[in-house]
């Protein structure tokens, strides 16, 4: 049995453009790639922008969270026997 209980980094991907209303807010184009901070639970996520490399506020609404695949060893040359498995 396997688990990995961290996490390298969160992603966010933008899924609609955003033009900041305020000097704290990031300018955002579809499939630009932020790295969050965390969840302003007011309907902005605070997070660093990929592209620019600033950190500010963006609207949550118009990200989608991105799944980074790890390389995880499988080990081919261990071999079980059936009668382990039933244990």
Request: glycine share 4%; net charge negative.
């Amino acid at each position: 049995m396997y688990h990995f209980s961290d996490q390298i980094r969160r992603l966010h991907v933008a899924i609609l453009p955003h033009k900041s209303n305020r000097p704290q807010e990031m300018d955002l184009q579809v499939d630009d790639e932020i790295e969050v901070i965390g969840n302003e639970w007011n309907g902005y996520s605070k997070g660093t922008h990929l592209r620019t490399n600033k950190t500010l506020l963006y609207p949550t609404f118009k990200v989608i969270q991105k799944t980074e695949v790890m390389y995880f060893a499988s080990y081919p040359d261990i071999k079980i026997s059936s009668e382990e498995l039933e244990d």
